[in-house]
């Protein structure tokens, strides 16, 4: 079954695309940010890379990927819904869901997907890929790179550490070299059994732990996640540089900024 944007934002049962007994995989894209640090009047979501809307391409990743069951794109509770903020056509024909479901932090926002997800048919052992909508350079390859580690403890893109690493003292001077042996920089999606994210973050929230991305949570309950390398195009727009960087990435794709999956 194909499922198409939904202007309304209505949630429609899951789709039964795994064989019976297989887990399905789905995507949840957090997209309730205000993006503070990137120096835009809009939420950084929003804006225009290379004339279409940065998180169309995110979407359009997870739409044009043959594992993906499907995908629930989470906006902040009173945001506009996407036809009106932009030309509907811009979607069409792009397979997502809305749920209007932001929380207050990156980590509230996820886990309030995980619900909206359940509510459409998603059962605990079947997986979840979070995937940021500030990384427009995600491709579908790189999520079927991923789909195939979907066993133990979930996995996560990831890229090694390629630079030497500075301690700053309080003065922004370099107090000391740390060792980048053994570091990664965590980039998205991140994988893991639905049921399993939803207890790690309901006890990192529990026991006050703040979490940047879903491999923190689940490492708290000592999971161990696997790390498969991503790709620097997979960057994260956060700075007003960013954007001009990530222009670049795409334009050395040209099918990503296509209106079709
Ligand atoms: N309350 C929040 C905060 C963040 N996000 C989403 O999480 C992703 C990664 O977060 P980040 O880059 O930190 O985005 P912002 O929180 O918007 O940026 P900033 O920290 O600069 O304000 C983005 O897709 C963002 O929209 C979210 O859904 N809900
Ligand atoms: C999840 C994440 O993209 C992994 O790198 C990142 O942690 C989220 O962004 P933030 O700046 O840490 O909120």
């Not at 999971?223 to 994260?236: E, Q």
Request: hydrophobic share 40%; glycine share 10%; net charge negative.
């Amino acid at each position: 079954m194909t499922l198409s944007f939904d202007p309304a934002g209505s949630l429609r049962p899951a789709d039964d695309t795994a064989a019976p007994g297989s887990p399905r995989f789905y995507g949840l894209i957090p997209c309730a940010g205000v993006g503070s640090r990137a120096g835009t009047t809009q939420p950084k979501q929003y804006e225009p890379l290379a004339g279409v809307p940065m998180l169309r391409y995110a979407l359009a990743a997870f739409s044009a990927s043959p594992s993906i069951a499907r995908t629930v794109l989470v906006l902040a509770p009173g945001d506009q819904s996407l036809h009106r903020r932009f030309d509907e056509a811009l979607f069409a024909g792009l397979r997502f869901d809305v749920a209007y479901c932001g929380g207050a932090s990156r980590q509230a926002s996820v886990r309030n997907g995980l619900d909206a997800l359940v509510a459409q048919g998603a059962g605990a052992d079947d997986w979840v890929l979070v995937h940021d909508a500030a990384r427009p350079g995600l491709l579908p390859g790189m999520i079927e790179n991923l789909v195939r580690h979907a066993d133990g403890d979930g996995a996560l893109l990831a890229l090694p550490v390629a630079d030497t690493l500075k301690r700053a003292d309080d003065t922004a001077c370099s107090a000391g070299t740390v060792s980048r042996d053994g570091l990664w920089q965590a980039q998205t999606p991140q994988m893991f059994r639905i049921g399993r994210l939803m207890d790690a973050l309901d006890q990192a929230e529990a026991s006050g732990a703040v979490v940047t991305d879903e491999a923190s949570a689940v490492e708290l309950l000592g999971d161990r996640p696997v790390l498969v390398r991503g790709s620097l195009r997979n960057f994260k727009v956060t700075y007003p540089e960013d954007f001009a960087l990530a222009e670049c990435f795409l334009a050395s794709n040209p099918h990503s900024s296509r209106r079709e999956p």
